[in-house]
């Protein structure tokens, strides 16, 4: 395979990965979102407020974190090695301790391919317009 032809095939495979992890966060499907992030991964949500994958996860479990809906529009994917960057738009229909967050939020998910995976390690999230 040329390397266009393997840049091609990854950017795809960042684009499912997005995809499967939005429709796992709605479905609530707690052992398959702790298959794909690994204990690296960190959260730096609206706000600035920092997160570890330990932490993300117990929010989601007690229901403190619930996502109702979550459309992803993945915009742009870049490569480098073994890093990959996906930028997009979230529209958002659910709720974070207690109160509606529902809206548009930008996010940069970065990625890192280990053993021929990739493997999402850190998201920024912040609220559009703001």
Not at 12 to 36: C, G, P, S, T, W
Not at 57 to 69: I, P, Q, R
Not at 87 to 103: E, N
Not at 104 to 130: C, H, I, P
């Amino acid at each position: 395979m040329t390397d266009d032809a393997t840049e091609d095939k990854d950017i795809q495979e960042i684009i499912r990965l997005e995809q499967e992890r939005a429709a796992l966060l709605v479905a609530r499907d707690f052992e398959a979102i702790e298959r794909l992030v690994p204990g690296s991964y960190s959260m730096t949500r609206a706000g600035g407020v920092m997160l570890d994958k330990g932490e993300v996860m117990a929010a989601l479990k007690s229901g403190e974190l619930v996502y109702e809906e979550l459309h992803r529009e993945c915009r742009k994917v870049s490569i480098s090695q073994n890093t990959a960057s996906a930028t997009g738009l979230d529209t958002i229909k659910g709720m974070f301790q207690g109160v509606r967050v529902d809206g548009q939020y930008r996010f940069r998910n970065t990625y890192v391919q280990t053993d021929g995976r990739w493997e999402l390690v850190a998201t920024m999230s912040s609220r559009k317009g703001k």
